[in-house]
């Protein structure tokens, strides 16, 4: 029998080789976190939750799904630059060009992290994992449906740690004037 430090040190240099995708429900998550901070410019942020998310693990796509034409030109570019991510612009609700896309490449990665409590993914998630991918969800525990959770292989929460409150311009513009009044 193996001698338990051994085996641990063994494991030690074991390197876990996956590819991920992360595919983000982008009205779902804007949502829930401004209803957990209580403030609508609160953003994730994605240079904290992405590296929290894959581990050790490679990242083989980023796809962030939002309804409406209207998608930060900012928040498209740092995707792109910094995950080689894009931006897809939904009609209505993301939950279908999510789940196609998320079938169309099930094949090619090994786990797909989808961000979004929402119970609508529900068969989704059991496709997926009755096609061999492994099914991860990333979201606020409190919007989060205990159904979703109960289906997937992990749960990552979405905390106060992985999102930022931008200043409100009305208090920039507030700022700029007093400050304008004391240099005179």
């Not at 401004?34 to 083989?60: C, Q, Y």
Request: glycine content about 4%; aromatic content about 6%; proline content about 3%.
């Amino acid at each position: 029998m193996n001698d338990p430090k051994e085996t641990q040190s063994q494991a030690e240099n074991i390197v876990i080789s996956q590819s991920v995708a992360i595919l983000i429900d982008g009205n779902n998550i804007e949502r829930s976190i401004h209803n957990e901070a209580n403030d609508t410019n609160t953003m994730l942020n994605f240079d904290a939750l992405i590296p929290k998310l894959l581990v050790n693990r490679g990242l083989s796509r980023l796809v962030y799904f939002r309804e409406g034409k209207h998608i930060s030109n900012k928040l498209q570019e740092r995707l792109h630059n910094f995950y080689h991510g894009s931006v897809r612009p939904c009609h209505k609700s993301a939950d279908i060009p999510l789940s196609i896309f998320a079938i169309q490449v099930a094949d090619k990665v090994d786990t797909i992290i989808i961000m979004s409590g929402d119970s609508d993914y529900i068969e989704l998630v059991r496709h997926l994992k009755s096609e061999g991918v492994r099914v991860e969800i990333a979201a606020v525990p409190s919007t989060t449906s205990r159904f979703i959770v109960d289906e997937v292989d992990y749960f990552h929460e979405i905390t106060k740690e992985d999102w930022f409150t931008l200043p409100s311009k009305k208090t920039q513009k507030r700022r700029s004037k007093k400050e304008e009044k004391t240099k005179s």
